[in-house]
Structure formats: C-alpha cells, structure tokens
C-alpha cells in the first residue's frame, strides 16, 4: 500500500495546496491514502471525503519543546 503520512494543505503556514488539489495529484501518483497533519491543528476529514478511493487519515504535527510529533489516525486534537 502506498500513502504519504505527512502532509499540510494550505492551513498550514508552509503550504499553499488546497485539499482538492492534493487528492488530485495523490490519486494520480497512485497513492491509496494520505495523511493531513496540519501544524497545532487537528486535521478532521469532512465526511463527504468518505466516498472517496483514497483512504484519508486524520492528523496532527504537534510543536514540542524536543521537536515535532506527528499524531495519525486520530480522533480528538492532540
């Protein structure tokens, strides 16, 4: 299975990609899901995503004194 585990849409102060456009080219890399870990923001796929062929995981990428940490298959922010 192919899925990319840390990515930011533009909610993110690193990121310009909307959601849409990131499910596009991921869908076309071939990729079976993704992971949206937003920094200090709990990332929480909109139900009309559900239908979709590519598993979307819900994130977070969580700033901490020793580094950052990223939190997958949540279902509260961290």
Same mark, same amino acid.
């Given at each position: 299975?192919?899925?990319?585990?840390?990515i930011?849409?533009r909610a993110?102060?690193?990121?310009?990609?909307?959601?849409s456009?990131?499910?596009?080219v991921?869908?076309?890399?071939?990729?079976? %899901?993704?992971?949206?870990t937003?920094?200090? &923001?709990?990332?929480?796929?909109p139900?009309?995503?559900?239908?979709h &062929?590519?598993?979307?995981i819900? %994130?977070?990428?969580?700033a901490?004194?020793?580094?950052?940490?990223? %939190?997958?298959?949540?279902?509260?922010?961290?």
């Amino acid at each position: 299975m192919r899925v990319d585990l840390h990515i930011h849409t533009r909610a993110s102060h690193d990121a310009i990609s909307s959601l849409s456009a990131i499910i596009k080219v991921a869908r076309m890399r071939g990729l079976q %899901g993704i992971a949206i870990t937003e920094h200090n &923001k709990f990332f929480n796929a909109p139900e009309q995503l559900v239908d979709h &062929k590519l598993h979307i995981i819900n %994130g977070e990428e969580v700033a901490t004194r020793e580094g950052e940490i990223i %939190g997958l298959f949540l279902r509260y922010p961290i």
